[in-house]
């Protein structure tokens, strides 16, 4: 049975998302968004129009969550006086208590998304580390959990550029995940080297080992964001491939490679970036695919160095390099911990079926990042 400070502290919390969340001024944002869509030209300019109705339906999910908070809180009030009368059990006052925390935290949660990237679609690009086809194999096993985790969010995957394995598993993939929330908010948590300590199938002697795979994560720009592309640094060679094939993965006949030097514009020095892209059979569309993703490398760019500039929490995070693993996944001893934040969990099937959400709100909680001046 929960005490009366667990109640008190249900209250308080709600109390605070309403100011935090400005739910009022929400309220009045909606309905005049709302009457925008009313006009007898709205949908003249169709992509206008989607834009239009993205933005209302993202504020009235904020009111719609505050709202079932609130709710949730006001039950479990009713509850707690109602068990003092003997009219409701101590088993039903806990699973109000449940329901109302859970809905808080969620909201909380999203309430510390607050960056301009963070709502945006993303690209996530997997490689393999040293080890050969055991690497390989984990970069595959770290792309499904993505795509199980994409597909329980509601986010649609589409695979851009995918290179197989010599044996088994594959080199590296891109994977653009669009279409539900906040994407890139919840996946920038995975940013880094991801850590497998397994016995080996690949290994006759059955020996335990060790493989590496990096994830990079970058916030999928749109026509909203203006990035700057020098013509003059940018060249592009063709190549005839064919995908994998199935479900996931469109066979194709016309892929491209972009090439772009990229200055960094602190030091002067200069970097390579190179983006294939065999997405479809088309390529003039893999032209234009690859164009964006080279726009969202450059945006992502400058985001950090906005970051770094700001001193935020560039400080306490992990650097993408071997060696610095930010999760390890133990197989033997049932374990998934992340370094980061010590957050660990033995359910690892879960994890590989996608679950990772419980790690994703532990980084987000340690490493909050403040609203842009």
């Not at 059990?89 to 990237?117: C, F, G, H, P, S």
């Not at 985790?149 to 010599?166: C, M, P, R, Y």
């Not at 203006?226 to 995908?243: C, H, I, M, N, Q």
């Not at 690892?348 to 679950?355: E, L, S």
Request: net charge negative.
């Amino acid at each position: 049975m929960i005490t009366q400070e667990q109640l008190k502290d249900v209250l308080t919390r709600v109390e605070a998302l309403y100011k935090y969340l400005n739910i009022e001024q929400k309220q009045v944002e909606f309905e005049e968004e709302q009457l925008r869509t009313q006009a007898p030209d709205f949908w003249e300019d169709p992509k206008r129009a989607q834009e239009q109705m993205k933005k209302v339906k993202g504020i009235e999910r904020w009111l719609k969550g505050y709202k079932e908070a609130r709710q949730q809180a006001d039950e479990l009030q009713l509850a707690f006086d109602f068990y003092r009368d003997e009219l409701v059990t101590e088993q039903e006052v806990d699973d109000d208590y449940r329901k109302a925390i859970a809905t808080i935290e969620d909201l909380e949660l999203k309430n510390m998304l607050r960056q301009k990237e963070d709502p945006m679609d993303c690209v996530l690009k997997i490689n393999s580390g040293a080890g050969g086809t055991e690497s390989q194999d984990w970069a595959s096993m770290l792309m499904r959990m993505y795509m199980r985790w994409a597909e329980a969010n509601g986010h649609k995957v589409t695979i851009s550029n995918l290179q197989e394995g010599d044996e088994a598993g594959i080199k590296s993939v891109t994977m653009e995940i669009e279409g539900g929330e906040y994407a890139y908010g919840y996946l920038k948590s995975e940013n880094g080297v991801h850590r497998l300590v397994r016995v080996s199938p690949f290994n006759a002697q059955g020996k335990r080992m060790t493989s590496f795979a990096s994830v990079f994560v970058t916030p999928l720009v749109d026509d909203t964001i203006e990035v700057y592309v020098d013509p003059a640094k940018l060249s592009w060679d063709t190549f005839r491939s064919s995908g994998a094939g199935g479900q996931n993965v469109n066979k194709v006949e016309s892929g491209v490679r972009l090439r772009y030097w990229y200055t960094d514009p602190d030091t002067g020095e200069e970097e390579e970036i190179l983006i294939e892209n065999t997405e479809t059979r088309d390529q003039p569309k893999n032209k234009e695919r690859a164009m964006a993703l080279l726009r969202s490398q450059l945006y992502d760019r400058a985001m950090k160095k906005r970051l770094e500039a700001q001193a935020k929490i560039e400080a306490g995070k992990k650097k993408i390099e071997w060696g610095s693993q930010i999760r390890s996944y133990v197989f033997d001893d049932r374990r998934v911990k992340d370094h980061r934040t010590n957050y660990q969990t033995s359910d690892v099937d879960a994890v590989m079926d996608g679950k990772i959400d419980g790690f994703i709100k532990a980084y987000l909680m340690e490493f909050p990042v403040a609203d842009e001046e």
